[in-house]
């Protein structure tokens, strides 16, 4: 009996992937911190993240044509600026995006234009030269967002904005105190179907 039991089981959730849309999206974008890491002796002098690419992809499944879900990751190449008594000093940095979020499409998905918004947890990861001595070098973040699609047969061409809001020690490397960061990601891919849809 407990045989049947999970073999029923077993061709009900695939029977429930197989009726999913899934779809991988490669990913351009520009990375854009908002905010000074710190602020030092002087009004002047502050550390700071400077905007960079960023390149990455994202996995999505879609339930209906409104409701998704979509897990992405991004590297972006940056540069850590360091400016202190008016000397400017910079140093290689690295970050490493993730993100879950819940994708709701206003207008459906699958018409010629789509407009969507999202929400859902980031993490920041933190690393290269500016980074090598921190001992805290990943913060989770939330992550709010819209964007608007295209559709160009089979394919779809999607460009949005997210914001990742976040409180960070990590983000200082001159004091220990915690500050609310708020950064922009502006992105645009390429989404490609398979799973046979």
Same mark, same amino acid.
Request: charged share 15%; aromatic share 10%; with cysteine.
């Given at each position: 009996?407990?045989?049947?039991?999970?073999?029923?089981?077993?061709?009900?959730?695939?029977?429930?992937?197989?009726?999913?849309?899934?779809?991988?999206?490669?990913?351009? %974008?520009? !990375?854009?911190?908002?905010?000074?890491?710190?602020?030092?002796?002087?009004? +002047?002098?502050?550390?700071?993240?400077?905007? /960079?690419?960023?390149?990455?992809?994202?996995?999505?499944?879609?339930?209906?044509?409104?409701? /998704?879900?979509?897990?992405?990751?991004? !590297?972006?190449? +940056?540069?850590?600026? &360091?400016?202190?008594?008016? *000397?400017?000093?910079?140093?290689?940095?690295? &970050?490493? &995006?993730?993100?879950?979020?819940?994708?709701?499409?206003?207008?459906?998905?699958?018409?010629?234009?789509?407009?969507?918004?999202?929400? /859902?947890?980031?993490?920041?990861?933190? /690393?290269?030269?500016? !980074?090598?001595?921190? *001992?805290?070098?990943?913060?989770?973040?939330?992550?709010? %967002?819209?964007?608007?699609?295209?559709? &160009?047969?089979?394919?779809?061409?999607?460009?949005?904005?997210?914001?990742?809001? !976040?409180?960070?020690? +990590?983000? +200082? *490397? *001159?004091?220990?105190?915690?500050?609310?960061?708020?950064?922009?990601?502006?992105?645009? %891919?390429?989404?490609?179907?398979?799973?046979?849809?």
């Amino acid at each position: 009996m407990k045989t049947v039991s999970l073999c029923t089981a077993a061709l009900t959730l695939a029977s429930t992937l197989q009726a999913q849309h899934l779809s991988f999206s490669p990913e351009i %974008g520009f !990375y854009v911190p908002t905010e000074k890491l710190s602020k030092l002796t002087t009004a +002047s002098d502050f550390s700071q993240i400077e905007a /960079g690419p960023s390149f990455g992809a994202r996995i999505g499944i879609w339930f209906s044509r409104r409701i /998704g879900l979509e897990t992405s990751g991004a !590297y972006v190449p +940056s540069t850590f600026k &360091l400016s202190s008594n008016n *000397t400017i000093t910079k140093q290689d940095a690295k &970050l490493f &995006l993730g993100s879950g979020q819940l994708v709701v499409f206003l207008l459906p998905r699958t018409g010629l234009l789509t407009v969507f918004l999202d929400g /859902g947890v980031g993490m920041i990861r933190r /690393g290269g030269a500016a !980074y090598a001595d921190a *001992t805290d070098k990943t913060d989770v973040s939330g992550v709010f %967002g819209a964007g608007a699609g295209l559709r &160009l047969g089979p394919l779809a061409l999607t460009g949005g904005a997210e914001l990742f809001n !976040y409180s960070s020690a +990590s983000a +200082s *490397t *001159t004091t220990g105190e915690s500050k609310t960061q708020r950064d922009v990601r502006f992105k645009l %891919g390429f989404g490609i179907p398979f799973g046979g849809h």
